[in-house]
């Protein structure tokens, strides 16, 4: 019973490390090194696409046009120092800084790709504060006494007016 378990093992070890021989297949490095899709997204929004980026003629800067308040209707602030930019990478190419992490978009920065040859294409990413023009002007005259008034105000996107009121 000894020799028959002996056997089986020892047969079963002898071809677990002939069938391990096997080479694998070479992987040849590629030569991209190119983004194809980059975006950004506060901290609390998970991989929501909320800012989309805008390149330069010569494709070696990346502009984020964020608003300055997001939701566009809210009075929340966005902080350009949490926003995490999120793209696409070739498949064997490297990125510093990596995308998926918070970053700060007040002063510009560079990022790099290197390819899987080690080519290297710089990207210097810009990030800057925009204010939303969609609200239009509002003008209400009417008179008072025979004197002709206005009060001004603005159109928000929901066609809501609002009018300020203030006394001198």
């Given at each position: ?14 071809g677990?490390?002939?069938?391990g ?8 490095p ?7 899709d ?6 609390s929004q998970?991989r ?5 980026a ?32 999120r793209?696409?990478v070739p498949?064997?190419?490297?990125l ?14 560079d ?6 040859t ?51």
């Amino acid at each position: 019973m000894r020799n028959i378990l002996s056997t089986i093992i020892l047969t079963t070890c002898a071809g677990a490390m002939f069938s391990g021989c096997a080479k694998p297949d070479a992987v040849t490095p590629k030569n991209a090194n190119e983004l194809s899709d980059i975006y950004g997204t506060k901290v609390s929004q998970g991989r929501e696409r909320l800012f989309e980026a805008r390149y330069s003629a010569a494709k070696d800067t990346i502009y984020f046009d964020i608003p300055y308040f997001y939701p566009v209707d809210s009075d929340q602030e966005t902080d350009l120092k949490q926003i995490i930019l999120r793209g696409t990478v070739p498949t064997d190419a490297h990125l510093k800084p990596s995308l998926g992490t918070v970053m700060d978009l007040t002063t510009p920065f560079d990022m790099v790709i290197t390819s899987g040859t080690g080519i290297q294409k710089k990207y210097v990413v810009v990030g800057k504060k925009v204010g939303d023009n969609t609200l239009r002007k509002a003008v209400l005259t009417f008179t008072v006494d025979g004197a002709a008034q206005q009060l001004e105000g603005v159109i928000q996107p929901n066609n809501d007016v609002i009018f300020t009121w203030y006394r001198v």
